[in-house]
């Protein structure tokens, strides 16, 4: 700021000089047109740098509404992303595609060890949130993805052989990083533990289609204004495959290894959520951390636990009305079900809700009934999808205490030239761990999804996240 005061003083000074010189040579009328016009084209160049200085302020600032423990949740696409995708990049088929192979990844997760589970080598996942984490004294800032779905944060460290990014965590320029030995309790902990030779704890785990080996590692860890100490995390040291978010994960589930177990004395195992709408890219929402300034005026249903993947977050569906009409929707498609993983969730790393095929059909089909005059087609991986000017019903979740209307911007997306919209939900994979209801990431949108895990409750309120 200090350099665009300078800038428009020395900018000033030239003008006044230049009219000063010239007084003589030129008109008064062509003085005055001259002077106008050198000082718009100042005022827009003052502005252009405002804009690019708050944008590129915003990567870095969090606290987006003051509040001590909040930290800005950027979009994939937006200019503060380490991924490099813009928007039109990516179609509704790849989206649909990394959409499906995630719900196989989380179906995978919560059957019983009997159920045969499909293979997880074609799993592409795509983290869609990115949030600002500072690691190390002295601190190292990382971009890491968001995800409600899992645990375990990790990043990429100086060293990495297979790492992708440009931007790697080193753990020898921070002088409170040490890695954890083999007999540490969080080694259990951690996926697939190994111990090597130096006796210090490694492990691997799949994510998508990649792999990754890591050393488990304790920083400290400072995310807004809250300084974390001893946060146990994976080093990166070798990686495979290229759906690995750029700079890390950041785990917001339920097991031991997870931000919220880990800061159970800071943030009491309570955080909200505010997701950017995608199709603005500039927009930034916020992650707040802790129960303190969270919505008080919120509806919310039970938290339902899963012994056998308690890290999701499932909740009671009890049905969905589209229109004036509750739809016909079998028992067994909502019910939940701890023994096979059936069930409802809410996931912040599935972009499209997916729901088992006999409920989505029943609101397909009702959806059509509901849309007058019009026939639906296909595009893009949709079924269900509208040309021209078209009146939709409103779709309304119906969960055990709450109900939930998805405004129109959540349940519609719309071709890039504007002229189709297409239902934006799809049946769940149809296979043998098509178990789960999967409330997503673009239905979640401008709304403050609370997680009170000691209260055992989910909440939502609508917001503008921006």
């Given amino acids: 700021f200090l350099f665009l005061i300078i800038l428009l003083l020395s900018t000033h000074s030239f003008i006044t000089h230049y009219i000063n010189t010239h007084s003589q040579t030129l008109k008064p009328t062509q003085i005055k047109s001259r002077s106008k ?20 302020l915003n990567c870095y600032e969090n606290n987006p509404r003051g509040h001590p423990s909040d930290l800005r949740v950027f979009h994939i696409s937006s200019p503060c992303s380490p991924l490099k995708k813009k928007p039109n990049t990516v ?17 995978s997760l919560a059957v019983k060890s009997s159920v045969p589970i499909a293979s997880g080598r074609a799993i592409v996942q795509s983290p869609t949130y990115i949030v600002r984490a500072n690691i190390g004294t ?54 697939n533990p190994t111990c090597t030779v130096s006796k210090s704890c490694g492990f691997n785990m799949t994510y998508g289609g990649s792999a990754i080996t890591a050393s488990l590692t304790q920083d400290t860890l400072t995310l807004a204004n809250d300084v974390i100490p001893n946060y146990t995390f994976g080093c990166i040291n070798q990686a495979t ?87 016909d929707i079998p028992t067994s498609a909502l019910a939940f079900d701890p023994a096979t993983g059936a069930g409802t969730i809410f996931d912040s790393g599935t972009v499209f809700t997916r729901l088992v095929e006999p409920a989505y059909l029943a609101v397909r089909d009702e959806f059509r009934r509901r849309v007058k005059n019009a026939n639906a087609t296909s595009l893009g991986g949709f079924d269900t999808c509208y040309s021209g000017s078209v009146v939709f019903p409103p779709v309304t979740f119906m969960f055990a205490g709450m109900n939930v209307t998805i405004p129109p911007d959540n349940l519609l997306i719309h071709s890039s030239s504007g002229n189709t919209s297409c239902l934006a939900m799809a049946a769940a994979p149809n296979n043998v761990n098509s178990v789960l209801n ?17 209260n055992s409750r989910l909440g939502i309120s609508r917001e503008t996240c921006t």
């Fill in 37 to 56: 016009k050198m000082r718009t084209q100042l005022l827009f160049l003052l502005i252009s740098l405002l804009v690019l200085n708050s944008e590129s």
């Fill in 241 to 327: 495959g290229t759906s690995l978010p750029a700079q890390g994960l950041m785990g917001l589930g339920r097991g031991p290894l997870s931000l919220i177990s880990q800061t159970q004395n800071l943030y009491m195992s309570t955080f909200s959520y505010c997701l950017p709408n995608s199709k603005s890219s500039n927009f930034s929402g916020s992650l707040r951390l802790g129960p303190k300034f969270q919505p008080l005026r919120i509806k919310t249903t039970p938290l339902l636990k899963n012994p056998r993947r308690s890290s999701l977050y499932y909740v009671n569906l009890v049905g969905i009305r589209v229109g004036n009409k509750i739809v």
């Fill in 438 to 454: 999967v409330i997503a990431s673009m239905q979640q949108q401008n709304h403050r999804v609370l997680i009170d895990v000691p």
């Fill in 138 to 191: 002295p601190a190292q800032p990382m971009l890491v993805a968001l995800d409600t779905s899992n645990d375990a944060a990790w990043v990429p460290c100086s060293g990495c052989v297979g790492c992708a990014s440009s931007v790697l965590f080193d753990p020898s320029k921070s002088n409170s990083s040490r890695t954890l030995p083999c007999e540490a309790p969080q080694c259990k902990q951690a996926p």
């Fill in 91 to 107: 179609s509704w088929e790849s989206t649909l595609l990394q959409d499906k192979a995630r719900l196989q990844y989380l179906s």
